[in-house]
């Protein structure tokens, strides 16, 4: 982290418990979407940890990734996370935003405002769910004790419906072939064409987490030529 201040890391659940308060009193479980519950999961999580907690966004404490998750529904700037010419804007503003009232912030994130793309529900499935599973691990994964999760089987086919869409963008700087191979049923999508080829085998969770560049956290595992996977481990990954 880019702080140097001592910061108490806190045990993630592996019971749910956090990820369970996401639905306390709602009257049917299957009344939120994926993408609504990792959104309500990592804001429970943001509760619990505060705003000093580790992350896996380099240089980001959990106030820094709240700010950056409040002005990507919110705000015009969040293109410069792509444009450099109002990345520097961009930093200051969630600089700014970051050194708000916390609860406030983690509240915003909770619920997006009813102008923002992100409270129509059909474009919260597809601009969120990556984001914010994405992110959710980010934070469960830099606390001690964390341990993967058990994912429903409709949630593991969101994910891997992820990957299909994504996965050519996120491979693209690869010089080697790279094929996604689904646990356990081996199906596979081929993210980069090309020989020699490296095979990406795991579960739809952590072969999302690989392809958005977390592979030092990914549980997954290479088959190929021993340079290639090499190569490939190497290579800047993600948007």
Known sequence: MAS???????????????????????PRLTSMSFASSERAALCDLFDDLGPDAPTLCEGWDT????AHLHLRETSLLAAGILLPP????????????????????????????F???????????????AEYFVHHEDVRRAQDGWE???????????????LKATAR?????ADVGVV????????????????PA????GPPPELVLHAFGRAAQAQVTFEGPEEAVARLQETPLGI
């Open 86 to 113: 109002v990345a520097g804007m961009l930093e200051r503003r969630q600089k700014e935003v970051a050194g708000g009232d916390w609860p406030t912030l983690v509240a915003r994130v909770r619920r997006p405002p």
């Open 148 to 162: 993967p999760r058990e994912l429903a089987p409709s949630q593991q086919q969101a994910l891997w419906g992820v």
């Open 63 to 66: 106030r820094d990734l709240a």
């Open 115 to 129: 102008w923002s793309p992100s409270a129509v529900g059909e474009i919260d499935k597809r601009m969120n769910l």
């Open 198 to 201: 490296v095979v990406i085998v």
């Open 169 to 173: 963008t996120h491979y693209r700087n």
């Open 180 to 195: 996604l191979r689904r646990e356990p049923d081996g199906a596979e999508i081929t993210a980069r064409p090309g020989i």
């Open 4 to 26: 140097g201040r001592r910061r108490q890391r806190t045990a993630v659940p592996t019971d749910g418990g956090a990820d369970r308060r996401a639905f306390a009193g709602l």
